[in-house]
Protein backbone atom coordinates (compact mmCIF):
# COMPACT_ATOMS: atom_id res chain seq x y z
CA UNK A 1 0.00 0.00 0.00
CA UNK A 2 0.87 3.35 -0.24
CA UNK A 3 3.65 4.90 2.24
CA UNK A 4 4.09 8.49 3.07
CA UNK A 5 2.61 10.90 5.33
CA UNK A 6 1.44 14.76 4.55
CA UNK A 7 0.66 17.63 7.15
CA UNK A 8 3.24 17.54 10.02
CA UNK A 9 0.62 18.67 12.90
CA UNK A 10 -2.63 17.12 13.73
CA UNK A 11 -4.64 17.35 17.23
CA UNK A 12 -4.28 14.50 19.98
CA UNK A 13 -3.34 14.27 23.28
CA UNK A 14 -0.47 11.49 24.57
CA UNK A 15 -1.06 8.89 25.73
CA UNK A 16 -0.32 9.86 29.70
CA UNK A 17 -2.39 13.10 29.79
CA UNK A 18 -5.54 10.61 29.17
CA UNK A 19 -7.75 13.64 28.05
CA UNK A 20 -7.78 11.97 24.73
CA UNK A 21 -9.02 8.72 25.48
CA UNK A 22 -12.36 7.44 24.98
CA UNK A 23 -12.83 4.29 23.76
CA UNK A 24 -10.23 1.82 25.27
CA UNK A 25 -9.95 -1.18 23.19
CA UNK A 26 -10.86 -4.71 24.71
CA UNK A 27 -8.75 -7.67 24.86
CA UNK A 28 -8.39 -8.91 21.43
CA UNK A 29 -6.82 -8.30 17.79
CA UNK A 30 -7.86 -5.16 16.33
CA UNK A 31 -7.19 -4.79 12.63
CA UNK A 32 -7.11 -0.60 12.18
CA UNK A 33 -6.77 1.14 8.41
CA UNK A 34 -3.74 3.88 8.55
CA UNK A 35 -3.47 6.56 6.67
CA UNK A 36 -2.01 6.10 2.89
CA UNK A 37 -0.82 9.46 2.57
CA UNK A 38 -2.62 12.68 4.08
CA UNK A 39 -2.22 12.13 7.84
CA UNK A 40 -5.62 14.24 8.42
CA UNK A 41 -7.86 11.24 6.99
CA UNK A 42 -7.03 9.38 10.94
CA UNK A 43 -9.99 8.50 12.35
CA UNK A 44 -10.74 9.61 16.23
CA UNK A 45 -11.34 5.43 16.55
CA UNK A 46 -7.86 5.08 15.82
CA UNK A 47 -6.80 7.77 17.69
CA UNK A 48 -7.94 5.85 20.91
CA UNK A 49 -7.27 2.69 20.10
CA UNK A 50 -3.16 3.58 19.75
CA UNK A 51 -3.31 5.40 22.93
CA UNK A 52 -5.39 2.65 24.38
CA UNK A 53 -3.25 -0.88 23.06
CA UNK A 54 -1.28 -3.12 25.12
CA UNK A 55 0.97 -3.57 21.73
CA UNK A 56 0.88 -2.50 18.11
CA UNK A 57 2.11 -4.93 15.93
CA UNK A 58 3.42 -2.85 12.08
CA UNK A 59 5.32 -3.27 9.35
CA UNK A 60 7.71 -0.80 9.86
CA UNK A 61 8.12 0.87 13.27
CA UNK A 62 9.41 3.84 11.82
CA UNK A 63 6.30 4.47 9.60
CA UNK A 64 3.92 4.21 12.52
CA UNK A 65 5.98 6.31 14.59
CA UNK A 66 6.14 9.04 12.42
CA UNK A 67 2.06 8.71 12.24
CA UNK A 68 2.08 8.83 16.24
CA UNK A 69 4.13 11.21 16.43
CA UNK A 70 2.38 13.64 14.11
CA UNK A 71 -1.16 13.30 16.51
CA UNK A 72 1.25 13.80 19.67
CA UNK A 73 1.00 10.10 20.65
CA UNK A 74 2.89 7.63 21.87
CA UNK A 75 2.67 3.69 22.15
CA UNK A 76 4.48 0.87 21.99
CA UNK A 77 5.30 -0.83 18.77
CA UNK A 78 7.06 -4.00 17.73
CA UNK A 79 7.14 -5.07 13.78
CA UNK A 80 5.20 -7.70 12.43
CA UNK A 81 5.86 -8.49 8.03
CA UNK A 82 6.36 -11.52 6.27
CA UNK A 83 9.96 -12.25 7.37
CA UNK A 84 9.60 -12.87 11.05
CA UNK A 85 5.59 -13.24 11.04
CA UNK A 86 6.61 -17.54 11.77
CA UNK A 87 8.12 -16.15 14.91
CA UNK A 88 6.19 -13.55 16.33
CA UNK A 89 3.13 -15.55 15.95
CA UNK A 90 3.13 -17.04 18.98
CA UNK A 91 4.26 -14.44 21.05
CA UNK A 92 1.47 -12.35 20.08
CA UNK A 93 -1.66 -15.73 21.29
CA UNK A 94 0.26 -15.71 24.06
CA UNK A 95 -0.06 -12.18 24.91
CA UNK A 96 -3.83 -12.65 23.77
CA UNK A 97 -4.32 -15.25 26.14
CA UNK A 98 -3.49 -13.42 29.04
CA UNK A 99 -5.99 -10.55 27.41
CA UNK A 100 -4.03 -8.29 25.57
CA UNK A 101 -5.45 -5.56 23.33
CA UNK A 102 -3.35 -5.74 20.11
CA UNK A 103 -3.64 -3.23 17.42
CA UNK A 104 -2.74 -4.78 13.62
CA UNK A 105 -1.45 -1.64 11.36
CA UNK A 106 -0.10 -1.45 7.84
CA UNK A 107 2.31 0.88 7.01
CA UNK A 108 -0.69 2.57 5.26
CA UNK A 109 -4.26 1.86 4.40
CA UNK A 110 -5.85 -1.41 5.47
CA UNK A 111 -4.03 -4.04 6.79
CA UNK A 112 -4.26 -7.89 4.79
CA UNK A 113 -4.29 -5.85 1.58
CA UNK A 114 -1.19 -6.46 -0.12
CA UNK A 115 -0.04 -6.46 3.30
CA UNK A 116 0.64 -9.64 5.72
CA UNK A 117 -1.60 -10.51 8.22
CA UNK A 118 -4.16 -13.38 6.76
CA UNK A 119 -3.11 -15.80 9.02
CA UNK A 120 -2.31 -14.38 12.38
CA UNK A 121 -6.33 -13.65 11.93
CA UNK A 122 -6.93 -17.31 11.18
CA UNK A 123 -4.36 -18.12 14.04
CA UNK A 124 -6.10 -15.87 16.25
CA UNK A 125 -9.88 -17.11 15.39
CA UNK A 126 -8.40 -20.80 15.75
CA UNK A 127 -7.74 -19.85 19.67
CA UNK A 128 -10.95 -18.50 20.05
CA UNK A 129 -9.91 -14.41 20.81
CA UNK A 130 -11.86 -11.68 19.58
CA UNK A 131 -10.91 -10.39 16.51
CA UNK A 132 -12.25 -6.72 15.17
CA UNK A 133 -11.64 -4.14 12.28
CA UNK A 134 -10.96 -0.01 13.03
CA UNK A 135 -11.89 0.72 9.29
CA UNK A 136 -10.74 3.55 7.28
CA UNK A 137 -8.42 4.32 4.09
CA UNK A 138 -7.31 1.91 1.57
CA UNK A 139 -6.05 3.00 -1.96
CA UNK A 140 -8.23 0.15 -3.59
CA UNK A 141 -11.47 2.27 -2.74
CA UNK A 142 -9.40 5.26 -3.32
CA UNK A 143 -8.51 4.64 -6.74
CA UNK A 144 -12.20 2.63 -7.45
CA UNK A 145 -14.08 6.13 -6.41
CA UNK A 146 -11.91 8.67 -8.93
CA UNK A 147 -11.45 6.39 -11.85
CA UNK A 148 -14.84 6.61 -13.54
CA UNK A 149 -15.23 3.11 -14.21
CA UNK A 150 -17.91 0.28 -12.99
CA UNK A 151 -17.47 -0.08 -9.37
CA UNK A 152 -20.66 -2.84 -8.71
CA UNK A 153 -18.49 -5.35 -8.74
CA UNK A 154 -14.54 -5.43 -9.04
CA UNK A 155 -11.14 -7.61 -8.56
CA UNK A 156 -8.09 -6.98 -6.83
CA UNK A 157 -5.27 -8.49 -8.38
CA UNK A 158 -2.58 -6.69 -6.35
CA UNK A 159 0.93 -6.85 -7.86
CA UNK A 160 1.28 -8.70 -11.00
CA UNK A 161 4.42 -10.96 -11.25
CA UNK A 162 7.62 -8.81 -12.38
CA UNK A 163 8.45 -11.88 -14.78
CA UNK A 164 6.96 -11.34 -18.37
CA UNK A 165 5.76 -14.61 -18.68
CA UNK A 166 3.95 -15.33 -15.27
CA UNK A 167 2.59 -11.91 -16.45
CA UNK A 168 0.61 -12.58 -19.42
CA UNK A 169 -0.92 -15.35 -17.51
CA UNK A 170 -2.21 -13.50 -14.90
CA UNK A 171 -3.45 -10.93 -17.63
CA UNK A 172 -4.96 -13.94 -19.43
CA UNK A 173 -6.59 -14.96 -16.35
CA UNK A 174 -8.08 -12.01 -15.23
CA UNK A 175 -9.57 -11.21 -18.75
CA UNK A 176 -11.81 -13.52 -18.00
CA UNK A 177 -13.26 -11.88 -15.19
CA UNK A 178 -16.35 -9.78 -15.42
CA UNK A 179 -15.37 -6.97 -13.67
CA UNK A 180 -13.37 -4.10 -13.21
CA UNK A 181 -9.74 -5.01 -12.16
CA UNK A 182 -7.59 -3.05 -9.32
CA UNK A 183 -3.89 -3.47 -9.88
CA UNK A 184 -0.74 -2.36 -7.85
CA UNK A 185 2.26 -1.14 -9.93
CA UNK A 186 5.42 0.62 -8.92
CA UNK A 187 6.01 3.51 -11.17
CA UNK A 188 9.28 1.90 -12.91
CA UNK A 189 7.31 -0.99 -13.88
CA UNK A 190 3.96 0.91 -15.39
CA UNK A 191 5.15 1.70 -18.87
CA UNK A 192 6.12 -2.19 -19.43
CA UNK A 193 2.86 -3.50 -17.35
CA UNK A 194 0.42 -0.76 -19.46
CA UNK A 195 1.68 -2.56 -22.72
CA UNK A 196 1.18 -5.92 -21.40
CA UNK A 197 -2.28 -5.27 -20.46
CA UNK A 198 -3.00 -3.27 -23.33
CA UNK A 199 -1.82 -6.57 -25.28
CA UNK A 200 -3.91 -8.92 -23.16
CA UNK A 201 -7.07 -7.12 -22.38
CA UNK A 202 -7.42 -4.56 -25.55
CA UNK A 203 -8.54 -1.20 -25.55
CA UNK A 204 -10.66 -1.47 -22.27
CA UNK A 205 -10.67 1.76 -20.55
CA UNK A 206 -8.24 2.51 -17.56
CA UNK A 207 -7.42 5.22 -14.87
CA UNK A 208 -3.52 5.51 -14.10
CA UNK A 209 -3.96 7.09 -10.45
CA UNK A 210 -0.95 8.14 -8.07
CA UNK A 211 -0.48 9.59 -4.97
CA UNK A 212 -3.61 9.33 -3.84
CA UNK A 213 -4.40 11.71 -1.13
CA UNK A 214 -1.11 13.80 -1.40
CA UNK A 215 -0.04 16.82 -2.60
CA UNK A 216 0.04 15.71 -5.93
CA UNK A 217 -2.69 13.61 -6.28
CA UNK A 218 -3.75 12.68 -10.44
CA UNK A 219 -5.67 10.23 -12.40
CA UNK A 220 -5.10 9.88 -16.04
CA UNK A 221 -7.85 7.94 -17.99
CA UNK A 222 -8.06 6.57 -21.30
CA UNK A 223 -7.82 3.66 -23.20
CA UNK A 224 -5.20 0.91 -22.09
CA UNK A 225 -2.92 1.44 -25.26
CA UNK A 226 -2.80 5.28 -24.91
CA UNK A 227 -2.14 5.54 -21.53
CA UNK A 228 0.76 2.39 -22.90
CA UNK A 229 1.33 4.90 -25.20
CA UNK A 230 1.84 8.02 -23.07
CA UNK A 231 3.75 6.76 -20.58
CA UNK A 232 6.16 4.50 -23.00
CA UNK A 233 6.92 8.37 -24.44
CA UNK A 234 6.62 10.37 -21.08
CA UNK A 235 8.62 7.48 -18.99
CA UNK A 236 7.15 6.69 -15.19
CA UNK A 237 5.59 8.79 -12.81
CA UNK A 238 6.52 9.50 -9.59
CA UNK A 239 4.52 8.02 -6.27
CA UNK A 240 2.86 5.32 -5.56
CA UNK A 241 0.25 3.61 -8.46
CA UNK A 242 -2.58 2.15 -8.58
CA UNK A 243 -4.20 1.11 -12.01
CA UNK A 244 -8.13 0.63 -12.52
CA UNK A 245 -9.02 -1.53 -15.90
CA UNK A 246 -12.90 -1.13 -16.61
CA UNK A 247 -14.69 -4.28 -17.57
CA UNK A 248 -14.94 -5.81 -21.02
CA UNK A 249 -17.61 -4.98 -23.33
CA UNK A 250 -20.47 -6.81 -24.14
CA UNK A 251 -20.04 -6.87 -27.83
CA UNK A 252 -15.91 -6.44 -27.92
CA UNK A 253 -14.74 -4.11 -30.04
CA UNK A 254 -15.91 -3.40 -33.51
CA UNK A 255 -13.18 -3.09 -36.30
CA UNK A 256 -13.79 0.64 -36.34
CA UNK A 257 -13.16 0.81 -32.74
CA UNK A 258 -9.84 -0.70 -33.38
CA UNK A 259 -9.24 1.34 -36.17
CA UNK A 260 -9.89 4.77 -34.01
CA UNK A 261 -7.68 2.78 -31.39
CA UNK A 262 -4.83 2.81 -33.57
CA UNK A 263 -5.52 6.14 -35.06
CA UNK A 264 -4.95 7.62 -31.62
CA UNK A 265 -2.05 5.73 -29.98
CA UNK A 266 0.09 6.63 -33.88
CA UNK A 267 -1.11 10.38 -32.91
CA UNK A 268 0.11 10.28 -29.68
CA UNK A 269 3.28 8.30 -30.36
CA UNK A 270 4.39 10.38 -33.04
CA UNK A 271 4.60 13.81 -31.22
CA UNK A 272 7.35 12.47 -30.07
CA UNK A 273 8.46 10.35 -32.98
CA UNK A 274 9.06 9.01 -36.38
CA UNK A 275 6.54 7.59 -38.01
CA UNK A 276 8.24 4.41 -38.63
CA UNK A 277 9.54 4.27 -34.65
CA UNK A 278 6.27 5.50 -33.60
CA UNK A 279 4.73 2.83 -35.70
CA UNK A 280 7.46 0.04 -34.13
CA UNK A 281 5.63 1.10 -30.77
CA UNK A 282 2.28 0.92 -31.32
CA UNK A 283 2.45 -2.07 -32.81
CA UNK A 284 4.30 -3.36 -29.88
CA UNK A 285 1.95 -1.98 -27.66
CA UNK A 286 -1.10 -3.52 -29.86
CA UNK A 287 -0.03 -6.60 -30.75
CA UNK A 288 -0.77 -5.43 -34.36
CA UNK A 289 1.76 -6.30 -37.87
CA UNK A 290 4.26 -3.64 -37.48
CA UNK A 291 3.60 -3.36 -41.72
CA UNK A 292 -0.06 -2.09 -40.65
CA UNK A 293 0.98 0.08 -38.10
CA UNK A 294 3.33 1.77 -40.34
CA UNK A 295 1.08 2.07 -43.37
CA UNK A 296 -1.66 3.92 -41.17
CA UNK A 297 0.78 6.22 -39.81
CA UNK A 298 2.10 7.25 -42.96
CA UNK A 299 -1.22 7.77 -43.76
CA UNK A 300 -1.89 10.24 -41.00
CA UNK A 301 1.71 11.94 -41.67
CA UNK A 302 0.10 12.67 -44.98
CA UNK A 303 -3.17 13.93 -44.15
CA UNK A 304 -2.17 17.16 -42.26
CA UNK A 305 0.63 19.18 -40.45
CA UNK A 306 2.53 17.12 -37.85
CA UNK A 307 4.74 17.40 -35.29
CA UNK A 308 6.19 14.05 -36.04
CA UNK A 309 8.51 14.31 -37.84
CA UNK A 310 12.71 13.57 -37.37
CA UNK A 311 14.56 16.84 -35.80
CA UNK A 312 15.87 18.05 -39.08
CA UNK A 313 14.18 16.13 -41.18
Do not use: W
Amino acid sequence: MASGQQHPQASGENKASGSRLRSPLGPGLHIAATPIGNAQDVSLRLLDAFASADLVLCEDTRETGKLLAIHGLSARLESYHEHNAERMRPRVLARLADGAAILLVSDAGTPLVSDPGYKLVRDVIAEGHAVTALPGPSSVLAALCIAGLPTDRFFFQGFLPPKSGARDKAIAALAEIPATLVILETAKRLPQTLRALASGLGAREAAVTRELTKKFEEARRGPLPDLAAHYEAEGPPRGEIVLVVGPATAGGDTDEDADALLDRALTEAMRHDSASRAAAEVARTLGIPRKRAYARALELADAGPSDSEEPGS
